[in-house]
């Protein structure tokens, strides 16, 4: 199965991450999602940037866009 975060960050609208999904990162810039786990303030993306590398996320304040 395949897991899909749904996260509603301050008023910004909800966004839903699944693995495999391209983000934005202002800081680290577009990204590939690989991996998800834990739930509420705990959750976490494992996200491959390009020219940063692979990084783990706290979702809880980690600013992340959906690329189209």
């Given amino acids: 199965t395949t897991e899909i975060y749904t996260l509603s960050l301050h008023d910004a609208l909800p ?7 391209a983000v934005f990162h202002t800081k680290f810039g577009e990204g590939k999602v690989k991996a ?26 980690a600013k992340l866009t959906i690329v189209d």
């Fill in 36 to 61: 998800l786990e834990g739930t509420g303030d705990d959750a976490r993306a494992q996200v491959d940037f390009p020219r940063h590398g692979t990084k783990w996320l706290a979702l809880s304040v």
């Fill in 15 to 21: 966004i839903c991450l699944r693995v495999g999904l």
